[in-house]
């Protein structure tokens, strides 16, 4: 053991200055040492099927990396936790009782404690793995329990966050270990101030065919819950899929209406979802009212939807408005063919206004290759031509942008 140990110590300790740092320059050897000492080594134990041996090897690995200082810009800790995720699945689903028993224990051990940045990938191998009955319900209670301790803990945002986590995991262990619904309920109805009870409730409500009841939690959980984006979508899709359920067509599309020009502004595939639901004649009229709604969200891009709905001239619009070419090479292959006079002057007044403040020659190469596209043109010879000759008066001390546009053909 302490052979492996060891072997395990060491790229921590030969990559890391004589502060324990390990800098940019180091990371990418130690990340190599890392993973070749993994699939060299260790995966060899896994084969020979010396799981516990493996879990002593994995536990010491995952602490050694929750406490070391390294510059990890490249995500090397990600590639290495990696591997060990590959391997814990081995160990995990091969090992015998007594060893899952020992990685169980040390697991909710561990998850006691404080730690640097382990933590998820700790809870994601006790709620992955672990499925037996005994197992199941050695959950139920070590998530009661970690409940409680973080209901005790002082008011703040600390207590409010450990408090969801853990009421998020031990509703799931109810679920798991199919405690009795009225448990279930009682214990959904004491904590519905939590938006995630609520939509767990809502979604137990659906189960078991109270569809009003499931309706009313999220509509209520959405008067409550307004600075947290992801939860508001959440709820929205599910009482969505409620009204849908039903077959009220008006509150369903209203829930579709309000996840696309307010959560999810301009979602493409919830804006499928909502054209299916209108006849062929009469989506033009409400695609007209949708994309003025959509337009006053700033985090919309209605260009995408323009495309869906092969409506060329608004999308033309939208991308000579915005700023830079990113928008024109996304759709210059579709616009091209119908209205390339203006594509070609967007350029124009893109590429002079790049030009007006000087740069290094690889600068001035990409705008002789934006020249190059604009010849490409209709018009295009002519446009290039007035460019270069103007650029060639305003700019002739740029020995760089001349060389570079010498090479114009």
Request: with cysteine; hydrophobic share 40%; net charge negative.
């Amino acid at each position: 053991m302490s052979e492996y140990l060891a072997a395990i110590d060491d790229p921590f300790e030969t990559n890391a200055d004589s502060d324990g740092f390990i800098d940019y320059t180091a990371t990418t050897d130690f990340g190599e040492e890392m993973l070749s000492l993994l699939n060299e080594k260790v995966q060899p134990l896994v084969d020979q099927r010396q799981f516990s041996l493996v879990f002593q090897i994995l536990a010491h690995l995952m602490l050694k990396i929750d406490q070391v200082d390294i510059d990890d810009s490249d995500g090397e800790i990600m590639m290495i936790m990696s591997a060990c995720d590959d391997l814990w699945q081995q160990v995990l689903a091969e090992a015998n009782t007594d060893v899952q028993q020992q990685v169980f224990d040390w697991l909710c051990h561990q998850l006691t404690l404080s730690s640097n940045f382990i933590e998820d990938a700790l809870m994601t191998l006790l709620f992955t793995y672990f499925k037996t009955p005994a197992f199941i319900d050695a959950k139920l209670a070590y998530t009661a329990k970690q409940l409680r301790a973080a209901e005790k803990r002082p008011n703040g945002w600390e207590r409010d966050f450990q408090v969801e986590k853990w009421l998020k995991y031990h509703l799931q262990m109810m679920a798991a270990a199919h405690v009795p619904d009225q448990q279930v309920i009682e214990f959904c109805e004491t904590n519905l101030t939590v938006p995630r009870v609520r939509l767990f409730y809502a979604q137990f409500c659906l189960q078991h065919q109270d569809a009003a009841q499931a309706v009313h939690l999220l509509q209520t959980v959405k008067k409550l819950v307004t600075d947290d984006a992801s939860l508001l979508v959440a709820f929205s899709q599910q009482l969505k899929s409620v009204y849908q359920q039903q077959g009220n067509q008006k509150l369903y599309r209203q829930e579709l209406w309000q996840l696309l020009t307010e959560y999810c502004p301009a979602d493409e595939t919830l804006f499928s979802e909502l054209k299916q639901s209108y006849a062929p004649k009469d989506w033009p009229a409400a695609r007209t009212q949708l994309f003025a709604a959509i337009a006053t969200n700033p985090r919309a891009d209605l260009k995408p939807l323009y495309v869906q709905e092969n409506l060329l001239r608004p999308l033309l619009k939208a991308v000579v408005a915005a700023d830079g070419l990113w928008d024109m090479r996304s759709y210059e292959g579709l616009l091209k063919p119908h209205f390339s006079d203006q594509l070609l002057a967007k350029y124009d007044q893109e590429v002079r206004k790049m030009a007006a403040t000087t740069g290094t020659r690889r600068k001035y190469q990409q705008l002789v290759d934006i020249l190059e596209r604009m010849l490409n043109y209709p018009a295009g010879k002519g446009t290039v031509h007035a460019i270069v000759r103007d650029w060639r008066q305003q700019y002739p001390r740029r020995s760089a942008m001349m060389d570079e546009l010498s090479r114009l053909k």
